[in-house]
């Protein structure tokens, strides 16, 4: 767990304040995606009667168990400080349950793929959009391994929604990326706990 350190505007705000943080701001993802696609006369994406075959499947299901499992190797491989977010991740979902974490995941995955892939890729191009959703990461500037890892994610989230014409290859990859990571901090975090109760 990432004690406070000088300058880790983290450690100035409460779990319970940074979720409800996460909320609202999910909350104006699907406010401005709503806004746009009245204005600028963007399709509705999300369609129950989009065809997704077994390579569209695997495709999310692959993405959104490899980045989890490269994020593990990579924390237990390299400095802890290139990986460090400022320990915001493990103050939101350390002290979640499993099920409020699928909540919360699945809210975000589908704000954000509404706003950027749904709406702003079908205005703005793959590009230009990508590199928005990865300003969006603006913690993770100064870590240029986590900006890359974000930046690479989300040129290749918006290609999975142009190749398979649907957004919710996607919004399930996105889905599944976060909630295996927050489920691993959660885990983690229960783990040190338990620890620390044992005194070991």
Not at 82 to 92: H, P, T
Not at 97 to 104: A, D, K, R, T
């Amino acid at each position: 767990m990432n004690s406070p350190t000088e300058g880790n505007w983290v450690s100035e705000f409460t779990s319970k304040q940074l979720l409800l943080n996460v909320y609202f701001s999910q909350g104006l993802f699907i406010g401005f995606a709503m806004i746009i696609s009245f204005f600028f006369d963007v399709p509705f994406p999300w369609n129950l009667n989009d065809e997704i075959t077994i390579t569209h499947f695997l495709l999310a299901i692959g993405t959104g168990l490899f980045l989890p499992f490269l994020s593990i190797e990579l924390k237990k491989r390299l400095p802890a400080d290139s990986l460090d977010d400022g320990g915001m991740n493990e103050k939101i979902f350390g002290s979640l349950s499993y099920l409020h974490i699928f909540v919360l995941t699945g809210i975000i995955a589908f704000a954000e793929e509404w706003l950027f892939r749904g709406v702003l890729q079908s205005l703005l191009g793959l590009v230009l959009t990508s590199m928005l959703f990865s300003l969006l990461h603006v913690r993770y500037i100064k870590k240029p391994l986590l900006f890359g890892i974000v930046t690479t994610l989300s040129f290749w989230l918006g290609i999975l929604y142009e190749i398979t014409g649907t957004i919710w290859v996607p919004f399930l990859a996105h889905f599944l990326i976060d909630f295996l990571s927050g489920s691993w901090i959660a885990r983690e975090q229960k783990r040190e706990m338990k620890d620390s109760d044992n005194g070991v």
